[in-house]
């Protein structure tokens, strides 16, 4: 394995800075035959019918399922499961284009996960590094350079879920500078170091850090490093984004621009990269962008967990504390926040009209549980109710935030203190 890179696996070799070939890798001969069973594979998708089975979802909590026959650029229309009636609907109305989903492509190939401060979230093959700017090997097969500033996360071993634990565990801590973890030469253990994160050699084989409390720039092994935290501030899609694309590899795409050539998409990702994504790999376009923000997608900028009886659970984004998925009132969720109690987590907002979720216990949780829920804007408290395992209906929340600059969820001990206290805020947003 050429030095010069962080590898998941030895498909890919990053070029140096003294390769006198004009491609900026070279590949062994694994990776072509890996590379033509890809490019075949998309080859056979790409006969598929341009009918695709899908649902859309709309600003009002509406969904509806059916054939998406056209997707245009103001307008998208379905024929629903009813007969040849074909429903159109405007793109301002849709916050939501579900793809019946295609088959994955299987890997068993190790491969990490680099999360953008745009909110892209990419799965690569190989990750490298030159100066302040890291170079991706996506699944999908597209070469990306992306620079440091706009990189929020890196998890290697992004397979391996104690890999992804123990970074959610580090994330949760809310770290208040850059965060490295690092393997430590007998390759037994992975110890966290908080610091600055200033960039690499120029051969990208030695990571330049500066560890806190220390005066001189560490020069670190790459292939030592498990997982990098930048701390960033304004996390999540900038105004110019107007969707987020995502794939059968995993990946999601934060973009400020789109438009459909026939069998692919040309996209400009937030970020500055242009990228053509073949139309039959697109699971899904989230239209939210500049009409709604999920919190799962936001940085807190307050975080309080104090447990009594229980064990500490963080909260987590997007999956339920024992890392299962999120479910209320017998409905699977893909966004939202779980909490345990006592739980304080603040978020800074402005320019939002309202706040919407679906409150209730975890649907996973068989044993006894009471909590008190308090929601607060700016200080004042705007609802407050009961969770309880014995009477675990839904409550649809739609609270009103005009003006509003910080919002900020309580789950608090009830009768029974802490215990399986696992509260959902499902679907939690905030609506322009």
């Known amino acids: 394995m050429i030095e010069g890179a962080w590898h998941a696996v030895p ?29 075949t594979l998309c080859g056979c998708l790409l006969s598929l019918s341009v009918i695709r089975a899908g649902e859309i979802r709309t600003l009002d909590g509406n969904s509806y399922i059916g054939d998406i026959v056209s997707f245009k650029a103001n307008e998208v229309q379905l024929r629903t499961s009813e007969g040849d009636k074909v429903a159109t609907f405007s793109l301002k109305d849709v916050i939501t284009i579900d ?28 990750l490298g590094f030159q100066n302040k700017t890291m170079k991706l090997m996506l699944l999908s097969g597209h070469a990306i350079d992306v620079a440091f500033d706009h990189v929020h996360t890196v998890v290697c071993d992004a397979h391996d879920t104690n890999a992804l634990n123990a970074f959610d565990v580090l994330q949760a801590e809310n770290p208040k500078q850059d965060v490295i973890r690092v393997q430590n030469r007998e390759g ?10 200033q960039g690499s050699n120029d051969v990208g084989t030695r990571l330049q850090f500066k560890a806190r409390g220390v005066d001189t720039v560490s020069n670190l092994d790459v292939a030592r490093l498990r997982a990098m935290y930048f701390l960033r501030t304004n996390i999540g899609p900038s105004e110019k984004a107007i969707a987020r694309i995502s794939d059968t590899f995993g990946n999601i795409f934060t973009v400020t621009k789109y438009a459909m050539e026939g069998s692919a998409c040309q996209v400009t990702l937030q970020s500055g990269q242009e990228l053509k994504l073949m139309t039959s790999t697109i699971s899904k376009f989230d239209l939210t962008p500049g009409k709604l923000v999920y919190l799962s997608d936001l940085e807190p900028s307050k975080v309080e967990e104090t447990p009594i009886l229980a064990e500490l659970y963080h909260f987590r984004r997007d999956r339920n504390l024992e890392g299962g998925p999120l479910s ?4 699977i969720y893909p966004k939202g926040l779980a909490l345990h109690s006592r739980t304080v987590i603040e978020y800074d907002v402005k320019s939002f009209s309202s706040f919407r979720t679906v409150l209730g216990l975890d649907d996973a949780m068989a044993g006894s549980a009471h909590a008190i829920v308090r929601i607060e804007a700016d200080d004042k ?11 675990n209906k839904p409550q649809d929340l739609n609270l009103p935030m005009t003006g509003v ?28």
């Not at 068993?108 to 690569?124: E, H, I, N």
């Open 99 to 126: 793809f019946a989903p295609s088959a994955r492509p299987v890997t068993r190939t190790p491969y990490l996960r680099v999360r953008l401060v745009d909110g892209s979230q990419l799965y690569c093959l190989t």
């Open 405 to 432: 600059q910080k919002l900020r969820l309580i789950v608090e001990y009830g009768d029974d203190l802490d215990l399986g206290d696992h509260v959902n805020f499902a679907d939690a947003r905030l609506i322009k």
């Open 11 to 39: 498909l890919f070799r990053w070029a140096t800075a003294e390769s006198t070939s004009p491609r900026w890798f070279t590949m062994t001969a694994n990776s072509r035959m890996t590379l033509s069973i890809l490019f």
């Open 188 to 197: 037994t253990a992975v110890e966290p170091y908080e610091g600055v994160i």
């Open 328 to 331: 209320v009132g017998r409905r």
């Open 381 to 391: 408290e705007v609802l407050k109710t009961t969770v309880s395992s014995k009477d």
